[in-house]
């Protein structure tokens, strides 16, 4: 699991980075339009927050502290900022999953997701489909905003 794992948070955060180097204007990171209430650029600051802590943080001990708040709520951080932060992240998350045993894929994560008691493996699949959810988002804000629709 961890083998197929590593390689696919690599990719969705590589692209990630590549969606916030690919707006036309740094600017339009931070563009909350009618409707939409997280722009890429807090998308970014959420998905860097949330893979230091459950992977970092609770499978690394890195010692990471979040500040969720802080993720939704800055604006206009630098998209050098913010991309050099996602490529620590990414460096992060391969280090620590390819640190982790196999084995440890089939018990307890260590704190619960809503309420209930899952495996790591679960957990895992969880934060990567998070990822790919706002990389989705970060496509679609860049493309809308780019092309002037919003």
Do not use: C
Not at 122 to 128: D, N, S
């Amino acid at each position: 699991m961890i083998s197929t794992l590593t390689p696919l948070f690599d990719r969705e955060t590589g692209k990630v980075i590549q969606e916030l180097d690919l707006y036309r204007d740094e600017n339009r990171l931070w563009y909350r339009a009618p409707g939409i209430l997280n722009p890429a650029g807090n998308l970014a600051l959420h998905l860097t927050g949330n893979l230091n802590h459950f992977i970092g943080a609770v499978l690394g001990k890195t010692g990471y502290v979040r500040q969720r708040d802080l993720e939704f709520s800055q604006t206009g951080i630098d998209r050098k900022v913010l991309i050099s932060d996602l490529e620590k992240t990414r460096q992060m998350v391969n280090s620590v999953l390819s640190s982790l045993p196999e084995r440890l894929m089939t018990e307890p994560y260590p704190l619960e997701k809503h309420g209930e008691t899952v495996t790591h493996d679960h957990m895992l699949l969880h934060l990567l489909t998070h990822l790919s959810y706002h990389l989705g988002q970060i496509n679609y804000h860049r493309r809308l905003t780019d092309q002037g629709i919003i």
